[in-house]
């Protein structure tokens, strides 16, 4: 289980507690980024994609995966990615398990409105989630998916031309305080806004999507999208 901790933060020297997300591993088990309190958190300044993910073994398993780095914005604007270590070992030496074949990736049924298949990409890491996920955006006719500059209050932003969109690979719900600041984001870069949850939503959540038409999307482990809400079955059906 996570345990919060407190951080302070080197420029205006006040103290949060922090708790690390968890994420769900191939196994089942949840994966939560162990904080390191013995090294003090880094001020982000520039961002670089690599920086932002970090590798950790499950405990369960001992499969090693790629997760979001943890990362604590503080009231003054200050950023700070928290620094995170192995976790312990629980006693005895995890096998390794042998590299099984790459699945082939999965081509739906090409769609009635004749736009391309795309093939699905199976869901193990966070990245997997945000390769499913810009694939899927492409497909729908949003072309150039990048990095979206302004990190999310959970998971990983996406940006393409007229469009926010913010891929959620954590085990919790949704809630509505992650649909609200997509929205207000995407209002302030005059876009329009998705969201991909990996874990659902909470009912506030969808509720309050459905009063800001957001369109919600929930990503099943074979990688492909499935509309929650009816602002969703609309961009599935119609497209950019």
Same mark, same amino acid.
């Given at each position: 289980?996570? !345990?919060?901790?407190?951080?302070?933060?080197?420029? +205006?020297?006040?103290?949060? $507690?922090?708790?690390?997300?968890?994420?769900?591993?191939? +196994?089942?088990?949840?994966?939560?980024?162990? $904080?390191?309190?013995?090294?003090?958190?880094?001020?982000?300044?520039?961002?670089?994609?690599?920086?932002?993910?970090?590798?950790?073994?499950?405990?369960?398993?001992?499969?090693?995966?790629?997760?979001?780095?943890?990362?604590?914005?503080? &009231?003054?604007?200050?950023?700070?990615?928290?620094?995170?270590?192995?976790?312990?070992? &629980?006693?005895?030496?995890?096998?390794?398990?042998?590299?099984?074949?790459?699945?082939?990736?999965?081509?739906?049924?090409?769609?009635?409105?004749?736009?391309?298949?795309?093939? %699905?990409?199976?869901?193990?890491?966070?990245?997997?989630?945000?390769?499913?996920?810009?694939?899927?955006?492409?497909? $729908? @006719?949003?072309?150039?998916?990048?990095?979206?500059?302004?990190?999310?209050?959970?998971?990983?932003?996406? /940006?393409?031309?007229?469009?926010?969109?913010?891929?959620?690979?954590?085990?919790?719900?949704?809630?509505?305080?992650?649909?609200?600041?997509?929205?207000?984001?995407?209002?302030?870069?005059? /876009?329009? +806004?998705?969201?991909? %949850?990996?874990?659902?939503?909470?009912? !506030? /959540?969808?509720?309050?999507?459905?009063?800001?038409?957001?369109?919600?999307?929930? $990503?099943?482990?074979?990688?492909? &999208?499935?509309?929650?809400?009816?602002?969703?079955?609309?961009?599935?059906?119609? @497209?950019?």
């Amino acid at each position: 289980m996570s !345990e919060s901790v407190p951080v302070r933060c080197p420029a +205006c020297r006040r103290e949060r $507690l922090y708790t690390a997300p968890s994420y769900p591993c191939a +196994c089942g088990a949840p994966v939560t980024p162990v $904080l390191d309190p013995r090294a003090a958190p880094a001020v982000v300044v520039h961002r670089a994609w690599d920086e932002q993910w970090v590798t950790q073994r499950c405990g369960a398993c001992g499969r090693q995966g790629q997760w979001p780095h943890p990362e604590l914005g503080c &009231p003054c604007g200050t950023v700070l990615r928290l620094p995170v270590t192995e976790p312990p070992d &629980p006693g005895r030496e995890p096998e390794t398990p042998a590299p099984a074949p790459a699945p082939a990736p999965t081509v739906p049924p090409a769609p009635a409105d004749g736009r391309r298949a795309f093939p %699905s990409v199976a869901i193990r890491t966070a990245l997997d989630a945000v390769t499913a996920t810009a694939l899927y955006l492409r497909r $729908l @006719g949003y072309g150039e998916v990048r990095r979206a500059d302004q990190r999310p209050t959970a998971g990983i932003g996406l /940006a393409a031309r007229g469009l926010l969109a913010q891929v959620d690979p954590s085990v919790r719900p949704a809630a509505l305080r992650d649909v609200e600041c997509l929205w207000l984001t995407a209002m302030t870069q005059s /876009a329009d +806004c998705v969201y991909f %949850s990996l874990a659902g939503y909470a009912d !506030e /959540a969808r509720a309050g999507a459905d009063r800001l038409r957001v369109p919600l999307f929930l $990503l099943d482990l074979t990688g492909i &999208p499935r509309p929650v809400n009816a602002a969703a079955a609309a961009l599935d059906a119609g @497209g950019a």
